[in-house]
């Protein structure tokens, strides 16, 4: 879903809603999906990182 919104100098932002799901996993089993919703401006790159745990 995008809205958009006036930034500086009345130029258009547009923002977007990410919808993200990722995994956990114990002891070598995954767990149930987990939903995370961030904004992000639009010209923008999405980067995502992953941790590893032992």
Do not use: W
Not at 20 to 48: A, C, D, M, Q, W
């Amino acid at each position: 879903m995008e809205a958009s919104r006036k930034g500086k100098g009345g130029d258009k932002v547009l923002m977007r809603r990410l919808h993200i799901v990722y995994f956990l996993s114990r002891k070598g089993k995954i767990e149930h999906p987990h939903l995370i919703t961030v904004h992000h401006l639009n010209n923008n790159s999405v980067h995502l990182r992953g941790a590893h745990f032992l």
